[in-house]
C-alpha cells in the first residue's frame, strides 16, 4: 500500500531554484529562493575531498556562499535529503558562514545506531540526532520566508531519506533518478527495493506538474540533467514508470545491486555525514582520524 501525500500541495507556489552540480561526485547541490522575500534554503551541499592524500577543501561550498551572498539573501535552512554515501556534506561550514538551522529526517536515528555500530564509535557518539537543528518527521513543515515546504517520508535508499515539496518543487534525494536513470540502489545497511518502490510511486502521485529535482545524475551520451517533472517519471522511467509492478521492481533492484561496487567515497562519507557534516572529533594531538573497517560492507 502506497501511504497518501500528508499535506496539502500549492502548485500556484514557484519557488526559484538555482543548481550547482559537483563533477568529482555528481552531485547536484541546490539553492532555493522564496520569490516573495530575500530568504533561501541550502540543500544536499558538498565537501570536497582528496581521497589520496585526505585533504579537505571548500571550493564547491564556497561558490553557494558567494551567490548568496552577492544578491544580499538569506539563508534560513541547510536541508540534507539523507546521509549520503557517495559524497561529504559542506552543512557546518555553510552554516558558520551563512547562518540557518541545518534539519534531516527523523530516522537519521537509525541510521547513526547502525553505521555507530559499523564504525565502532564509542559512546562520546551521540545517536539521537543531535548533531542536527531539527528532525523532520512524515508530513512536517517548515518556513524558507513566505514559503511552506514539506518533509515527506520516502525511505528504501536509506531509513532517513525524505522528499523537501516546496510548491510546484520537490527534491527527492536518491529516490529518483532522471528517467533513463532509473532508480538508485537499495542494498545500503538499511535499505530495502520493496520500501523503495513503495516510496517512489509515493513520489509520483504528486500533481504531474511537480518538478522533481535530482541529486545525481550518471547519463550515458547525454549531457547531465537535474530536473524533471512527474507526469515525464510515470510515463518514462525505466524502473518504475506506470506499467512496472512492484514485484518486478524488486526482482530488477535486487539482481542489479548484486552486481554494483560500493560508492568510491562511502568510507568517508558516512562518518562525517552521519555527524551532520562534521569530522569525528580529534584526538589530543589535534589529529583527526577516519575508520576503514575491513570486510564489513
Same mark, same amino acid.
Given at each position: 500500500m502506497i501511504a497518501p501525500i500528508p499535506f496539502e500541495t500549492n502548485l500556484h507556489l514557484k519557488p526559484e531554484v538555482f543548481s550547482f552540480f559537483d563533477a568529482q561526485t555528481s552531485t547536484f547541490s541546490y539553492v532555493v529562493k522564496d520569490p516573495a522575500s530575500d530568504a533561501c534554503a541550502v540543500i544536499d551541499s558538498v565537501m570536497d575531498i582528496d581521497y589520496a592524500s585526505a585533504r579537505t577543501s571548500f571550493a564547491g561550498a564556497d561558490r553557494i556562499i558567494d551567490f548568496i551572498r552577492e544578491r544580499g539573501w538569506r539563508t534560513e535552512w541547510i536541508i540534507e535529503t539523507h546521509v549520503h554515501a557517495d559524497h561529504l556534506s559542506a552543512a557546518p561550514y555553510i552554516q558558520e558562514r551563512l547562518g540557518g538551522k541545518l534539519g534531516i529526517g527523523d530516522r537519521i536515528t537509525v541510521v547513526q545506531e547502525t553505521?555507530?555500530?559499523?564504525?565502532?564509535?564509542? #559512546?562520546?557518539?551521540?545517536?539521537?540526532? @543531535?548533531?542536527?537543528?531539527?528532525?523532520?518527521?512524515?508530513?512536517?513543515s517548515y518556513q524558507i520566508g513566505t514559503m511552506t515546504a514539506h518533509a515527506m517520508h520516502t525511505p528504501g535508499h536509506t531509513p532517513a531519506c525524505m522528499t523537501h515539496v516546496i510548491g510546484d518543487a520537490a527534491f527527492v534525494g536518491d #529516490?529518483?533518478?532522471?528517467?533513463?536513470?532509473?532508480s538508485a540502489r537499495a542494498d545500503f545497511p538499511g535499505g530495502d527495493a520493496r520500501?523503495?518502490?513503495? @516510496?517512489? /510511486?509515493?513520489?509520483? #502521485?504528486?500533481? &504531474?506538474? #511537480?518538478?522533481? *529535482?535530482?541529486?545525481?545524475?550518471?547519463?550515458?551520451? /547525454?549531457? =547531465?540533467?537535474?530536473?524533471?517533472? =512527474?507526469?515525464?517519471? $510515470?510515463?518514462?522511467?525505466?524502473? =518504475? &514508470?506506470?506499467?512496472?509492478?512492484?514485484?518486478?521492481? +524488486?526482482?530488477? /533492484?535486487?539482481?542489479?545491486?548484486?552486481?554494483?561496487?560500493?560508492? $568510491?567515497?562511502?568510507?568517508? @562519507?558516512?562518518? +562525517?555525514?552521519?555527524?551532520?557534516?562534521?569530522?569525528?572529533?580529534?584526538?589530543?594531538?589535534?589529529? +583527526? *582520524?577516519?575508520?576503514?573497517? =575491513?570486510?564489513?560492507?
Open positions: 553505521f555507530g555500530k559499523i564504525f565502532n564509535e564509542g #559512546t562520546e557518539f551521540q545517536r539521537d540526532g @543531535s548533531q542536527f537543528d531539527r528532525l523532520f518527521a512524515d508530513g512536517d #529516490t529518483l533518478f532522471m528517467p533513463d536513470g532509473g520500501t523503495l518502490f513503495k @516510496s517512489m /510511486r509515493r513520489v509520483l #502521485t504528486l500533481p &504531474n506538474e #511537480t518538478r522533481l *529535482f535530482m541529486c545525481h545524475d550518471y547519463p550515458e551520451g /547525454r549531457p =547531465v540533467a537535474w530536473e524533471t517533472t =512527474v507526469e515525464a517519471e $510515470r510515463k518514462g522511467n525505466i524502473h =518504475v &514508470n506506470d506499467t512496472i509492478s512492484e514485484e518486478a521492481f +524488486v526482482a530488477m /533492484r535486487e539482481k542489479r545491486d548484486k552486481t554494483l561496487g560500493m560508492p $568510491r567515497l562511502i568510507l568517508p @562519507s558516512l562518518q +562525517v555525514n552521519m555527524r551532520a557534516g562534521h569530522l569525528p572529533p580529534a584526538d589530543t594531538d589535534g589529529k +583527526v *582520524f577516519l575508520k576503514l573497517p =575491513v570486510n564489513v560492507l
